[in-house]
T-cell receptor, first 113, second 115 residues
Framework: NAGVTQTPKFRILKIGQSMTLQCAQD?????MYWYRQDPGMGLKLIYY???????DKGEVPNGYNVSRSTTEDFPLRLELAAPSQTSVYFC????????????FGSGTRLTVV | AQTVTQSQPEMSVQEAETVTLSCTYDTSESDYYLFWYKQPPSRQMILVIRQEAYKQQNATENRFSVNFQKAAKSFSLKISDSQLGDAAMYFCAYRRRGGADGLTFGKGTHLIIQP
């Protein structure tokens, strides 16, 4: 019963580098989300998806890209990393819309230096 | 846009006592859901309790209960018989019915349990 799996758990990037944060869920959830958590700021939505092939921007999408080719996977791509992208990133999924709580992954701590 | 406000950055309570965490929200919607999430030092986000706005009855999950005041747009979390394992960040979150665009979170309250 893996739930939502995020990799890697930690990563240090240099300014200008790119990377992909992986997220996979095995619960057949249609909805998937990417959030970032900055100290003292709560969680802010980056991108979300309501099903394979469908993605949409959240509150803070600049500097990120996503794709959703399968129900299970929802990778987040960082292009040209900047210090402002230093954060903890959470992936989450839910079986449907508003009434459902999320299942969260364990997060990825990213530092851009 | 919806906003969620947690006015207590930090709260402290003695073990076995009761503590209430505050949350207010702003929305023009009439039908929505409210949640409390717990984030212990492990960083894992855990759903504590959920409230449906169209239900008058306050939700309860074991030692955790809410006081939902729809007119006041208030959604507080009461933890009874506090335990050391309750020490964590607690986040209040809002989601409108029919909204696919995710939860809106407050900034969190850090709960300290004094032994």
């Amino acid at each position: 019963n893996a739930g939502v799996t995020q990799t890697p758990k930690f990563r240090i990037l240099k300014i200008g580098q790119s990377m992909t944060l992986q997220c996979a869920q095995d619960m057949n959830h249609n909805y998937m989300y990417w959030y970032r958590q900055d100290p003292g700021m709560g969680l802010k939505l980056i991108y979300y998806s309501v099903g394979a092939g469908i993605t949409d921007k959240g509150e803070v999408p600049n500097g990120y890209n996503v794709s959703r080719s399968t129900t299970e996977d929802f990778p987040l791509r960082l292009e040209l990393a900047a210090p402002s992208q230093t954060s903890v990133y959470f992936c989450a999924s839910s079986p449907g819309g508003a009434g459902y709580g999320y299942t969260f992954g364990s997060g990825t701590r990213l530092t851009v230096v | 846009a919806q906003t969620v406000t947690q006015s207590q950055p930090e709260m402290s309570v003695q073990e076995a006592e009761t503590v209430t965490l505050s949350c207010t929200y702003d929305t023009s919607e009439s039908d929505y859901y409210l949640f409390w999430y717990k984030q212990p030092p492990s960083r894992q986000m855990i759903l504590v309790i959920r409230q449906e706005a169209y239900k008058q009855q306050n939700a309860t999950e074991n030692r955790f209960s809410v006081n939902f005041q729809k007119a006041a747009k208030s959604f507080s979390l009461k933890i009874s018989d506090s335990q050391l394992g309750d020490a964590a960040m607690y986040f209040c979150a809002y989601r409108r019915r029919g909204g696919a665009d995710g939860l809106t979170f407050g900034k969190g309250t850090h709960l300290i349990i004094q032994p």
